[in-house]
């Protein structure tokens, strides 16, 4: 089964960012999805059947922005973002969520915002994080994939590996100069199959300026046959 790709998406500057990236991963032999999070279900129902529609329609241009106007879409309906996307990770079986960073990101950084830290505390699926204004390169490859792990657990060489493997890049020391990806284990201490920042982990976040993709404790992310993207 290829790797199943969630985009958290609400039409915002820095979730186009999020496209991106989810997009660049769906080369690698994955399926991609799109998600988007309503807070409230309005009292008037006539009211209602709109903004169920404008959210389609919203989820429509991220197909848009993903290059895959076919792509499945998800509107859910959940008092919080990232406890929403949680569960219907969880119950859909999804691989990868993929978020923005914060807002008020520099350009060319990682900030993980509130609804992103619901899913590297406990979450169920890996966690990846676009830097603010990749939208805006165009000609962004991961060719350089560097690895960060503590302990024995393997899970985030072997994403590495997997992912390196479908798209031709490589797997380079972290110390060895510009990465186009970093993939991150979880904590030793982490739950089997759940995802869980370290101290050091989170530092590497702070610094990064490359996206990031962050793996459950002992759960490889498996990517498969590249797909040719026009």
Same mark, same amino acid.
């Given at each position: 089964?290829?790797?199943?790709?969630?985009?958290?998406?609400?039409?915002?500057?820095?979730?186009?960012?999020?496209?991106?990236?989810?997009?660049?991963?769906?080369?690698?032999?994955?399926?991609?999805?799109?998600?988007?999070?309503?807070? +409230?279900?309005?009292?008037?129902?006539?009211?209602?059947?709109?903004?169920?529609?404008?959210?389609?329609?919203?989820?429509?241009?991220?197909?848009?922005?993903?290059?895959?106007?076919?792509?499945?879409?998800?509107?859910?309906?959940?008092?919080?973002?990232?406890?929403?996307?949680?569960?219907?990770?969880?119950?859909?079986?999804?691989?990868?969520?993929?978020?923005?960073?914060?807002?008020?990101?520099?350009?060319?950084?990682?900030?993980?915002?509130?609804?992103?830290?619901?899913?590297?505390?406990?979450?169920?699926?890996?966690?990846?994080?676009?830097?603010?204004?990749?939208?805006?390169?165009?000609?962004?490859?991961?060719?350089?994939?560097?690895?960060?792990?503590?302990?024995?657990?393997?899970?985030?060489?072997?994403?590495?590996?997997?992912?390196?493997?479908?798209?031709?890049?490589?797997?380079?020391?972290?110390?060895?100069? +510009?990465?186009?990806?970093?993939?991150?284990?979880?904590?030793?201490?982490?739950?089997?199959?759940?995802?869980?920042?370290?101290?050091?982990?989170?530092?590497?976040?702070?610094?990064?300026?490359?996206?990031?993709?962050?793996?459950?404790?002992?759960?490889?992310?498996?990517?498969?046959?590249?797909?040719?993207?026009?």
């Amino acid at each position: 089964m290829p790797a199943k790709i969630l985009v958290s998406y609400d039409d915002t500057a820095n979730d186009r960012d999020a496209a991106t990236l989810g997009r660049l991963l769906g080369t690698a032999g994955a399926t991609v999805e799109l998600a988007y999070v309503r807070h +409230d279900r309005g009292a008037d129902p006539s009211r209602e059947v709109l903004r169920e529609e404008e959210a389609h329609e919203l989820l429509a241009r991220g197909a848009q922005a993903l290059g895959a106007q076919d792509a499945r879409r998800h509107v859910i309906l959940h008092a919080s973002t990232g406890a929403g996307l949680r569960e219907l990770a969880e119950r859909e079986g999804v691989d990868v969520v993929v978020f923005g960073s914060d807002y008020r990101t520099a350009a060319g950084s990682v900030k993980p915002g509130v609804s992103v830290q619901r899913l590297l505390s406990g979450g169920p699926s890996a966690v990846a994080i676009a830097t603010a204004h990749l939208r805006e390169r165009p000609q962004y490859e991961q060719r350089r994939i560097g690895v960060l792990s503590e302990g024995p657990d393997l899970a985030a060489a072997e994403t590495a590996q997997s992912l390196a493997d479908a798209i031709g890049a490589d797997v380079v020391d972290t110390r060895s100069g +510009d990465l186009d990806l970093l993939v991150i284990g979880s904590r030793p201490e982490a739950e089997l199959g759940r995802v869980m920042l370290s101290a050091v982990a989170e530092y590497a976040i702070d610094l990064s300026r490359c996206p990031v993709l962050v793996v459950p404790r002992g759960t490889a992310v498996r990517f498969g046959t590249p797909v040719l993207v026009a």
